[in-house]
């Protein structure tokens, strides 16, 4: 138990175009959504927390309008990347927590590369 | 501030050479402790929560165990598949942020 997925794995575009990744959990139902972003050897960075029906809360120095968070289902969270420059090329992953007592413990999703051109 | 440090940065091991990493956090007072594998190019692994200092768990060649100030992962006899980074993150008990607060990481290699 406890798979989420993401989609697309890989994705090329333009300068300037915007870019939907979509973060399912298949088999639990997910209170609360998390959006990271990782560079090459580095860890992982929180861009922002979304749960089911709300705004996203976003970590200091993200731009809210940059990256749209919709979380419109207990399995589905999408984060959009509006405008893409090339600084936003990056490994995007996203989390999901069943939000149960004791620990909320985060299933990751399998990233997806974003490249901007 | 809350804070988890991770060491060593990186480890080489000879197949079947044990070892153990280290989790060194403060945060004003722990929910959980979480350990998890990443593997090039993949999103974390979810390997082990721990709660409480004592507590141990364990899965196939990894053991965690926590104390009030640490948490160690021990591997016993490692095989090359083990090889990975290793993350490990903390979340504070205070308010109702789940936000976890992560490590560096270490890169365990393993040859065979």
């Known amino acids: 138990g406890a798979v989420v997925s993401q989609h697309p794995s890989r994705v090329i575009c333009k300068s300037g175009t915007s870019v939907k990744i979509e973060c399912r959990s298949l088999?639990?139902?997910?209170?609360?959504m998390f959006w990271y972003r990782q560079f090459p050897k580095q860890s992982l960075m929180l861009m922002a927390t979304?749960?089911?029906?709300?705004?996203?809360?976003?970590e200091q120095g993200v731009e809210k309008d940059k990256f749209l968070i919709n979380h419109a289902s207990l399995t589905l969270s999408t984060l959009t990347v509006t405008s893409a420059h090339p600084e936003d090329s990056s490994f995007y992953i996203c989390?999901?927590?069943?939000?149960?007592?004791?620990?909320?413990?985060?299933?990751f999703g399998p990233g997806t590369r974003l490249t901007v051109t | 501030e809350d804070q988890v440090t991770q060491s060593p940065e990186a480890l080489r091991l000879q197949e079947g050479e044990s070892s153990s990493l280290n989790c060194s956090y403060t945060?004003?007072?722990?929910?959980?402790l979480f350990w998890y594998r990443q593997d090039p190019g993949k999103g974390p692994e979810f390997l082990f929560t721990?709660?409480?200092?004592?507590e141990e768990k364990e899965k196939e060649r990894l053991k965690a165990t926590l104390t009030k100030k640490e948490s160690f992962l021990h591997i016993t006899a490692p095989k090359p598949e083990d090889s990975a980074t290793y993350l490990c993150?903390?979340?504070?008990?205070?308010?109702?942020?789940?936000?976890?607060?992560w490590g560096l990481g270490t890169s365990l290699a393993v040859n065979p």
């Open positions: 989390s999901a927590s069943r939000g149960l007592e004791p620990g909320y413990e985060q299933y």
């Open positions: 088999d639990f139902q997910a209170t609360t």
């Open positions: 979304s749960n089911e029906g709300s705004k996203a809360t976003y």
């Open positions: 945060v004003s007072g722990l929910r959980g």
């Open positions: 721990l709660y409480s200092a004592g």
């Open positions: 993150a903390v979340q504070a008990r205070a308010g109702n942020n789940r936000k976890l607060i």
